[in-house]
């Protein structure tokens, strides 16, 4: 073969890697994303139109903004079909997972963290138990959900306290005002705004510490065709950008507001 023609060769090859390389730069300025959930506030579908909304869906949008990236969000019913679009690399980001108990290893987490869930116990409001803070639940009947905090479940199984596993929130509540349980573990934010809704609030107090924090990230899936180390900088300086000076409180309370003009109070009542 010619000299000529083995330069020509090598500079169609190199065109076309370029023009590769182009393309998925291009392809790379959108990005498949599913939120996964988490309740409210952090997100949270309207009945009327089944719009997503949420702290999660905010974040997700100023995060678009900030990078200048076209973020498009998939649909998803629930948190394992969430899991595997991510996973798969079919989508590329999801916001809302934990890193708690331990990082999922098909995803990489963006720092820093968007949101920290607060998990605290709840007990009826001047309820006569001694009990000033969470590690004082010796001889005390709880409710929880399963699966929620598993740290917590492997203390209790290590120093037998009565624990009930129910099915959902709404079941832990009414077991604490039935008397049938003397707590439930709840996340502070959406617990508050449960009790909130129901016409309850003023029937619970929280207790000091939190039996847990969780922090809530974004996360790029590791098969993801655009997960690279350009993109992962850009949205880490999105969102220190979104978290710094109070931003993301402020953010917080702002959605906890809609949350609360969208679901009225109703009058306050002790059970069904």
């Known amino acids: 073969m010619s000299g000529r023609l ?31 959930p988490n309740a409210e506030p952090y997100d949270w579908q309207v009945t009327d139109t089944g719009v997503r909304q949420g702290l999660s869906v905010d974040v997700l949008e100023a995060l678009a903004e900030k990078t200048q990236l076209n973020i498009h969000r998939v649909a998803t019913k629930d948190a394992p079909k969430a899991l595997r679009e991510v996973r798969s690399g079919r989508v590329d980001l999801i916001i809302g997972v934990r890193s708690e108990p331990e ?3 098909r995803l990489d987490y963006v720092s820093p963290a968007y949101a920290e869930q607060n998990y ?19 001889g005390l009947r709880g409710a929880l959900e399963p699966k929620q905090l598993p740290s917590f479940d492997l203390q209790a199984q290590l120093l037998a306290w009565p624990v009930s596993h129910v099915a959902d929130n709404k079941t832990a509540t009414q077991m604490v005002l ?31 510490p939190p039996v847990a924090r969780h922090q809530l990230f ?7 065709a655009c997960n690279d180390q350009a993109l992962r900088n850009k949205l ?24 609360q003009a969208l679901h009225p109070s109703q009058p306050s009542v002790v059970g069904e």
């Open 103 to 105: 990082q999922d290893p």
């Open 218 to 224: 974004v996360a790029l899936a590791k098969d993801s």
């Open 120 to 138: 605290r116990v709840w007990r009826r409001s001047a309820e006569q138990v001694s009990l000033q803070q969470w590690p004082q639940l010796s």
């Open 6 to 36: 083995i330069g020509c060769f090598l500079l169609l090859a190199s065109n076309m890697v370029v023009s590769t390389a182009y393309a998925a730069q291009q392809a790379c300025t959108t990005l498949m994303a599913v939120v996964y």
């Open 236 to 259: 880490s300086k999105g969102l220190l950008a979104l978290t710094q000076k109070g931003a993301a409180q402020n953010r917080l309370d702002t959605v906890m507001q809609r949350w």
């Open 178 to 208: 039935d008397g049938r349980a003397d707590y439930l573990i709840a996340e502070q934010h959406q617990q508050y705004l449960r009790l909130q809704k129901a016409g309850q609030l003023d029937l619970f107090e929280a207790i000091e």
